[in-house]
């Protein structure tokens, strides 16, 4: 996750003035306020006077604060210093916009103003405004005046860019000036997965959780690059130990579940879901497919389980997409419930609302044959074989009820055509067999 805070400053003046916060030295310039440093603004002893005064005040009234630099301050009064205050004021308000505009106005007078630029720059990245925020921290770096900071908010643009070389340079050259910094060491392992470098991006992940054991976004990262690396069994077990520490975000719980359906495990499966679940509100789309995921491994108690959690879900915010999903899944569930007719009604409720779905339609042909009704199987495939996607299965469906009737002629060409659409072994010796029959 990135942070953005202000940089504020810290000046040494006569008036012994303090913004609050960590940041960099503000000299006194000379009565008419001549800078002695291209990257720090100064003060005169009258601008100073007023920018204590408007200090106490955000004491107390911030807002009161702002108005003060926007309303009262003299003509005469030229530091950008005071239009860096009124930005980081603007800033902490969640003013997004007049605070991009007083940071501006603050580089506008003093182009190489550090702190102001790095300002910007967090308000620029936090409009995904990309690479406007390299370019203008790239002018720091240029100048030599890039400290860990920027270094690191760099990194961050970059990655967000798709840059993750770059971004890597950015985050080593960081970790040069603060070698444990969390958040710094925590995007290089991010910039180092981007390129598929797991090996190195997880080892400094658990290098890093040595030291923070129960940084949930780390755990996080950790299973991620994992399933993204294809290291099923490994992301499982990392999972479990999250969740063993209370670290387990609901989506990585989700994940759980579908890691443990893949390894025929329902029951454990069922138990992340339920965990996942209950902590917050799951989407539809998780809810349908751990719905899926408990129907391939025939646990029709976790489908069922689930499918009412939809259901419940389906009530609150309708999902015309999502309802559809959920009653072919229903019709797959009393498939294997042996309801064949309740499964064919919910099918056609599907297909009322979507004459071309495939998968819809498939099952219909299985079930009517099933049923004996084969002149409708056959118009049913006839409609799937039109669907995109679906040819193959459709035509396959179609020569086997050809085949189960003895109308062997009639088959072939429908398992060539099956064949052209999706040329499989077992089709072809199952074309062969066919032909044989049909001379």
Do not use: C
């Not at 980081?88 to 940071?103: G, R, W």
């Not at 860019?161 to 000036?177: H, I, S």
């Not at 090996?199 to 755990?219: C, F, K, T």
């Not at 130990?241 to 893949?262: E, F, H, I, K």
């Amino acid at each position: 996750m990135l942070t953005f805070k202000t940089t504020t400053l810290l000046p040494v003046l006569l008036l012994a003035l303090t913004l609050a916060g960590p940041g960099l030295s503000l000299r006194a310039g000379d009565d008419h306020g001549h800078a002695h440093d291209p990257f720090e603004p100064t003060l005169t002893r009258e601008e100073g006077s007023f920018l204590a005064k408007v200090m106490t005040m955000t004491e107390t009234d911030v807002n009161e604060a702002v108005r003060l630099l926007r309303e009262e301050r003299p003509e005469k009064f030229k530091s950008a210093a005071l239009d860096f205050t009124l930005g980081n004021l603007l800033f902490q308000n969640d003013e997004l916009t007049a605070a991009e505009s007083a940071y501006r106005e603050a580089v506008a007078k003093m182009p190489r103003f550090r702190a102001a630029l790095m300002n910007l720059g967090r308000i620029l990245l936090m409009q995904n405004r990309t690479q406007e925020t390299i370019t203008l921290y790239q002018r720091l770096v240029e100048d030599g005046q890039a400290n860990a900071d920027i270094l690191l908010l760099l990194g961050h643009a970059m990655l967000m860019e798709d840059a993750p070389v770059g971004a890597e340079t950015a985050y080593r050259q960081a970790l040069l000036l603060r070698p444990r910094d969390g958040e710094i060491r925590m995007g290089l392992a991010k910039a180092l997965l981007s390129q598929e470098r797991y090996r190195e991006g997880l080892a400094l992940i658990d290098e890093i959780l040595e030291r923070d054991p129960l940084n949930q976004e780390l755990w996080s990262l950790r299973v991620n690059a994992m399933l993204t690396d294809g290291d099923l069994e490994r992301a499982t077990r990392a999972t479990e130990q999250a969740r063993r520490l209370g670290r387990a975000t609901p989506s990585m719980l989700a994940s759980l579940g579908d890691l443990w359906l893949n390894q025929d495990r329902p029951i454990d499966a069922l138990d992340a879901y339920s965990e996942a679940f209950a902590g917050e509100k799951p989407s539809l789309d998780r809810l349908l497919r751990a719905t899926e995921g408990f129907l391939m491994v025939d646990d029709a108690e976790g489908a069922q389980t689930m499918i009412a959690r939809a259901e419940s879900e389906l009530e609150i915010n309708d999902d015309p997409e999502a309802r559809i999903s959920l009653l072919r899944l229903k019709a797959d569930w009393a498939v294997r419930e042996g309801q064949t007719d309740n499964a064919i009604a919910l099918l056609r409720q599907v297909l009322e609302r979507n004459p071309l779905d495939g998968r819809a339609l498939l099952t219909l042909t299985d079930l009517q044959a099933h049923e004996g009704h084969m002149e409708k199987a056959l118009l049913t495939a006839e409609r799937a074989a039109r669907v995109e996607g679906y040819e193959a299965e459709a035509l396959l469906r179609q020569a086997r009820i050809e085949v189960g009737r003895g109308h062997y002629a009639r088959a072939v060409p429908l398992l060539e055509s099956a064949q052209a659409f999706d040329p499989r072994d077992a089709v072809s010796r199952y074309l062969e067999q066919v032909r044989r029959l049909s001379e």
